[in-house]
């Protein structure tokens, strides 16, 4: 498809159409080229603990210390990405999940999802300070810097749960009547945006009120989870693990375009703002990698990474890191940088 069409497809509001009674269906996507060498090993460092499963990761970008949610061991890992190499383990995290650095604050967040809470910990000394909530099931994690609030994804609790900053201390629940995916904040707009399960929608919250501002429905998604921000451009892009697809929507006016397909239940997303690239990392294994231009999405290609369903990226040096909890029997950091040509 043309970019001239694919802007124009962009354009088209979902909600307009709905409302004429038109159906529409997904133009058809384009093939991924057959791209084996778009990204090179840089280097593959050795993580502490067992084999077992990594979620989400935070960068620090005032000091490159990378956290990964080692979830299966219980331990947020500290690894610096100057050095390359961890520099702390922290145990008692149980079934940890989401990790957000807040460097302002000189805090660490991180969504202790065996506890049903969220955890504080002092970004200096990485002691933890406290644990925060009763929420059924925590997952992703969001700092609203306006506010100075954690919205925390209550996945299966149906809910974004908002915690005061200052005072450590659930401030209010938010009903979203559907599980909740990843919860993301926009300094531009200053709101927070929520993938909503089962109902298929975007969710637009204002954060000072802690109140729903607007629904959008994914038309083509099912199940949507991961979201990413070019709060720059104002895009969303947010990725279906019902239907393995991934849609952009543009924040100023809420319309979207074409899907394009990812690896099978897509997970984690992290978009490289300085180079305009995303990556989404997928259960399956099977990274996918776009190149975002004239408000939307092109595929520069995709490989495949056993375990490598969660992704963080240094919009400073390019690097993109993968957590992998099995090379060879141990638990590994993949280092990889880009080298395939960007679509144009």
């Not at 925590?138 to 809910?159: H, T």
């Not at 083509?220 to 451009?233: F, I, R, Y």
């Amino acid at each position: 498809m043309s970019t001239r069409l694919r802007a124009v497809f962009l354009l088209l509001p979902a909600a307009a159409a709905i409302a004429f009674g038109i159906s529409i269906s997904p133009a058809p996507s384009p093939a991924v080229a057959d791209k084996s060498e778009i990204m090179r090993v840089v280097a593959d460092i050795p993580l502490p603990g067992p084999a077992s499963r990594f979620d989400y990761q935070s960068l620090d970008p005032t000091d490159g210390r990378l956290f990964i949610a080692h979830m299966n061991a219980d331990q947020l890992i500290v690894f610096d990405t100057k050095k390359r190499e961890v520099v702390a383990t922290l145990d008692g995290f149980n079934r940890v999940h989401g990790v957000i650095v807040v460097p302002e604050l000189n805090r660490i967040f991180a969504s202790v999802t065996g506890d049903h809470q969220v955890a504080v910990v002092d970004r200096s000394s990485l002691k933890k300070i406290i644990q925060v909530g009763d929420i059924k099931y925590p997952d992703g994690l969001a700092y609203a810097k306006s506010v100075n609030r954690v919205f925390v994804s209550d996945e299966r609790g149906n809910a974004d749960v908002v915690i005061d900053a200052e005072t450590n201390t659930v401030a209010s629940t938010i009903p979203l009547g559907g599980g909740a995916g990843n919860s993301v904040y926009d300094p531009v707009s200053d709101k927070v945006f929520v993938a909503v399960h089962g109902k298929n929608e975007l969710v637009v919250i204002d954060p000072l009120k802690a109140k729903i501002k607007a629904r959008t429905a994914l038309t083509w998604l099912e199940d949507p989870h991961g979201v990413a921000l070019d709060a720059e451009n104002q895009l969303a892009f947010v990725a279906g693990a019902g239907n393995n697809k991934i849609l952009t929507v543009d924040l100023r006016t809420m319309q979207f375009g074409p899907t394009l397909p990812v690896g099978r239940d897509p997970d984690v997303l992290a978009f490289d703002n300085a180079a305009r690239r995303l990556y989404v990392a997928a259960e399956s294994g099977h990274i996918y990698v776009f190149h975002e231009g004239n408000r939307s999405l092109e595929p520069d290609g995709d490989f495949h990474l056993p375990h490598g369903h969660t992704v963080a990226v240094d919009p400073k040096t390019h690097l993109v890191y993968f957590p992998l909890e099995d090379v060879n029997g141990k638990p590994v950091l993949r280092i990889m940088e880009f080298t395939g040509t960007p679509s144009q």
